[in-house]
C-alpha cells in the first residue's frame, strides 16, 4: 500500500508553486485596473462627459462594478497570504516526506496507512477548521508531534497535517465570494455584508501603509470617507490626488463660509480664486494641501495621478500664500510650459508646494524653519510615490527649491528614509548641509549667479557656487538677480523644463 508520505513525496510543488505565482499575477492586475474603472466613473459623474439619468446610471454602475472588484481583489489578497505560506508547508513537507522514507528504510521502521510508525498514534484530524478549539489544541500537537518524531523521520508526517491546515485558510478567504455567482447582482449582494460602506479611518500611518489602505477600499468606500472626514483624507500622504483634491475643496467652502476676516480668511480667499481661475480656464489644478490654521498649501498643475514627470516647487523666505501663491502658481505654469517644450507630448505636473511656514528675515539665517519644514518635505514626496505605486509605475520627480528653501532641501534629504526623488535643484542656495552626493537624489543641479549675493552666502554650508559641490551647473546670465532663475527670457526656465522630463544630460 502507498502511504500519504510516499504520496506526498511525489508531490509537484513546482507546479503549485507556479499556480500561486499566477494568481498573485492576476491580483496585482487588478488594482490598476481598477483605478482606470474608478477615474471613468468620476468621468461620468462631470456634465462634461455624459449628462443626464444615462450618465448617472452608467457612473453608478461603474461604482457597482468597482466595489465588486475590489472585493474580488481583497479576497485574492488574503487567499495569497494562505497560499503562499501552503507552499512553503507543501515544498519543506515534500523534502522531509522523501527524508523519512529513505530514514524509515533505513532503519527498517514499518510505517502505517498513516504513514506513522505502527507504535505511535496517528496525527489529528487535518479537517479541523482553522480558528476553533479544536484546531488550536491540533496545531499545538502537530509541533510537539514533529518535535518527538524528528530523529525518527516522522516530522514529514505532521508536517503534511500542517500544509492541509494551511490548505483550509485561502479557502476560508476566498469563500467570502460564497461560491459560483449567478451573475453580477448576484456576486454584488454576496460582497456587500462582507465589505461596509464606511470603514474608521486609520490612525496616523505612514504613506506606504496609508495608501494601501485607501486601494483597498471600495470607490463607494472611497467617497464615503471623502464625504465623512474631509479635513483627514485632505491631509493624508499617500492617498491619490483626486481624492485630497476633492477633500480640500469641501474644506475650503467650509472656509469661506465661516473664517472671519484675518489672516486664515486672507489665504484661503487667494487659495479659491487661483483655483477658480484655474477651472476657468479649463486647466486641471488639484488642491493637495489646505491648512489655512498653519498657513500651508500645495497645488498641483496638471493632473499628478497620471503625470510621467513631476515639478515640486518649494520656496524660500518671506513667501506665503494670502501674498504669494499667484506667482508661485506662475512659476510653476510657465515651468509646465518649459517641460513640454523639451518633451511635446509627455504628461507633466508642476506643484506650488507651501507646505511649511518660511521664515522671515530674521529667521532667515536659522536652520529653524528648514528642520522642521525638511521632514514635511520629505514626507509629501513619500506620500506621491506611494499613492502612484498603487496604481502603477511612478512619475519622475524633481524637486525644484530656491533660496531658503534650498536649505530645508538638503535637511528633507536628511530625513529618514531615502528622498523620493529623482532630481533635485538647486535655485541661488544660501547653502545647506553637506554636499550634492549626500542629498540621496540620483542628479543634482545647481544654479547661482555673481549678481545673486544669496547664492554665494553659504549661511549653512557649501552652495552650487562652490566647485567641490558636486552639482551639474544649469546656466545663467550674467546680472541674473535672486529672483530671476524662472524668469522666461532666461535660460535658466528651459534648463530646469530638461531636468522636470529628464532629458538634460547629467554629466
Not at 120 to 148: F, I, K, N, S, T
Not at 228 to 245: E, F, N, S
Not at 261 to 268: H, L, S, V
Not at 282 to 301: I, K, N, Y
Amino acid at each position: 500500500m502507498t502511504t500519504p508520505v510516499a504520496q506526498l513525496a511525489g508531490w509537484d510543488v513546482d507546479r503549485l508553486r507556479s499556480g500561486v505565482g499566477l494568481l498573485s499575477g492576476v491580483a496585482d492586475r487588478l488594482v490598476p485596473w481598477r483605478t482606470r474603472l474608478d477615474a471613468l466613473g468620476r468621468q461620468l459623474g462631470g456634465a462634461e462627459c455624459w449628462s443626464g439619468p444615462a450618465g448617472t446610471a452608467a457612473a453608478a454602475a461603474l461604482v457597482e462594478l468597482s466595489t465588486v472588484a475590489s472585493g474580488v481583489s481583497g479576497a485574492l489578497t488574503d487567499s495569497l497570504v494562505g497560499l503562499q505560506d501552503l507552499v512553503t508547508a507543501a515544498s519543506e513537507a515534500q523534502e522531509e516526506a522523501a527524508g523519512a522514507l529513505a530514514a524509515a528504510a533505513a532503519a527498517g521502521v514499518t510505517l502505517d496507512a498513516a504513514g506513522q510508525p505502527l507504535d505511535l498514534p496517528p496525527p489529528p484530524d487535518p479537517l479541523l477548521p482553522p480558528g476553533h478549539a479544536e484546531g488550536v489544541l491540533a496545531v499545538r500537537y502537530a509541533g510537539q508531534l514533529a518535535a518527538a518524531q524528528a530523529a525518527e523521520g516522522t516530522a514529514a508526517g505532521a508536517r503534511a497535517w500542517a500544509a492541509a491546515l494551511a490548505a483550509q485558510t485561502p479557502l476560508a478567504a476566498i469563500g467570502v465570494l460564497g461560491g459560483a455567482a449567478a451573475g453580477f447582482d448576484d456576486l454584488a449582494v454576496r460582497l456587500a455584508p462582507a465589505f461596509p460602506l464606511v470603514p474608521v479611518s486609520p490612525p496616523h500611518l505612514g504613506p506606504v501603509q496609508t495608501a494601501h489602505w485607501w486601494a483597498g477600499l471600495t470607490a463607494s468606500e472611497q467617497q464615503a470617507q471623502i464625504d465623512t472626514h474631509p479635513a483627514a483624507v485632505g491631509g493624508m500622504a499617500g492617498l491619490p490626488a483626486w481624492a485630497r483634491d476633492q477633500a480640500n475643496r469641501t474644506a475650503l467652502e467650509t472656509a469661506m463660509r465661516e473664517l472671519p476676516a484675518g489672516d486664515e480668511r486672507a489665504m484661503a480667499e487667494a487659495v479659491a480664486h487661483q483655483l477658480a481661475d484655474e477651472d476657468d480656464a479649463g486647466r486641471t489644478a488639484q488642491l493637495l494641501q489646505f491648512d489655512p490654521g498653519a498657513g500651508l498649501v500645495a497645488v498641483s498643475l496638471g493632473d499628478l495621478d497620471t503625470a510621467a514627470a513631476v515639478g515640486v516647487l518649494v520656496p524660500g523666505i518671506n513667501t506665503t500664500a494670502a501674498d504669494d501663491l499667484d506667482g508661485m502658481l506662475g512659476d510653476a505654469r510657465d515651468l509646465g510650459s518649459a517641460a513640454a517644450d523639451a518633451a511635446p507630448g509627455l504628461a507633466v505636473a508642476t506643484v506650488a508646494w507651501l507646505g511649511y511656514r518660511t521664515p522671515g528675515l530674521v529667521g532667515a539665517p536659522f536652520l529653524g524653519a528648514a528642520s522642521r519644514g525638511g521632514p514635511a518635505l520629505d514626507r509629501a514626496l513619500d506620500g506621491l510615490a506611494a499613492a502612484r505605486a498603487e496604481q502603477g509605475p511612478a512619475p519622475r520627480t524633481t524637486v525644484l527649491a530656491h533660496s531658503y528653501g534650498t536649505t530645508l532641501a538638503g535637511e528633507a534629504a536628511r530625513a529618514p528614509g531615502r528622498l523620493a526623488a529623482d532630481a533635485l535643484v538647486l535655485l541661488g542656495s544660501p547653502g545647506l548641509r553637506g554636499e550634492a552626493e549626500d542629498l540621496e537624489a540620483a542628479e543634482v543641479y545647481g544654479a547661482w549667479s555673481a549678481a545673486d549675493p544669496v547664492s554665494w552666502l553659504n549661511w549653512f554650508g557649501d552652495t552650487p557656487s562652490d566647485p567641490s559641490f558636486g552639482d551639474v551647473p544649469l546656466p545663467t546670465e550674467a546680472g541674473q538677480g535672486h529672483s530671476d532663475y524662472y524668469d522666461r527670457d532666461r535660460p535658466t526656465l528651459a534648463a530646469m523644463g530638461e531636468v522636470v522630463v529628464g532629458v538634460r544630460d547629467g554629466d
